[in-house]
């Protein structure tokens, strides 16, 4: 299995405060995505990167920002929580497109209160 | 934009037999990859199964394969001789060919949960 860590597992926040989850890798992979995944909905993607310092909008993206300064690491900030953004939230690496696998972190359940 | 749809919310099965879960999916572009995720309990999504859309051949996986339509834009997941450890969501998700804005994102299905009785 590919190395990535999610932190934290597991997070209550009340709304309007600012929330960063980290996604941490092991494996060098180029590509890195957050998902989230809501019943009824699948997984739907947020935000994902081709490099460092190179990310872009996924379909999901209101409310969310991301930045990646190494090619390990991956966060995603929601500037001000709301409770539409009580999800589960996955991260994601590959090390190419196409038919590579992709490899998934434990996921993230953020609760907004 | 593509879309992955899974018309199925929940199916169950007994242990020892088959059951299929079904995926349609809409795009314009002639190349490109579908797969199948399991998520077990754990939340942990696993990689059961891909095919390339070039590839008339359906893929095989032990007891997982697949119908793969491509003129329907189909692409169904049959598990034989169902196990207990088989219990899972399960997502169809399309991918596009390598390239231009690609990037290797995955569209995801809304999800099947399956249970398998003893």
């Known amino acids: 299995d590919a190395g990535i860590t999610q932190s934290p597992r597991h997070k209550v926040t009340e709304t309007g405060t600012p929330v960063t989850l980290r996604c941490h890798q092991t494996e060098n992979h180029r590509y890195m995505y957050w998902y989230r995944q809501d019943p009824g909905h699948g997984l739907r993607l947020i935000h994902y990167s081709y490099g460092v310092k190179d990310t872009d909008k996924g379909e999901v993206s209101d409310g969310y920002s991301v930045s990646r300064s190494k090619t390990e690491d991956f966060l995603l900030t929601l500037e001000s929580a709301t409770s539409s953004q009580t999800s589960v939230y996955f991260c994601?690496?590959?090390?190419?497109?196409?038919?590579?696998?992709?490899?998934f972190g434990q996921g993230t359940r953020l609760t907004v209160v | 934009a593509q879309t992955v749809t899974q018309s199925q919310p929940e199916m169950s099965v007994q242990e020892a037999e088959t059951v299929t879960l079904s995926c349609t999916y809409d795009?314009?572009?002639?190349?490109?990859?579908l797969f199948w995720y399991k998520q077990p309990p754990s939340r942990q999504m696993i990689l059961v199964i891909r095919q390339e859309a070039y590839k008339q051949q359906n893929a095989t996986e032990n007891r997982f394969s697949v119908n793969f339509q491509k003129a329907a834009k189909s692409f169904s997941l049959k598990i034989s001789d169902s196990q207990l450890g088989d219990a899972a969501m399960y997502f169809c998700?399309?991918?596009?060919?390598?390239?231009?804005?690609?990037?290797?994102?995955?569209?995801f299905g809304q999800g099947t949960i399956l249970t398998v009785h003893p």
């Open positions: 994601a690496t590959s090390a190419g497109q196409g038919n590579t696998e992709a490899f």
């Open positions: 998700a399309y991918r596009r060919l390598a390239g231009g804005t690609s990037y290797g994102k995955l569209t």
């Open positions: 795009t314009s572009e002639s190349d490109y990859y």
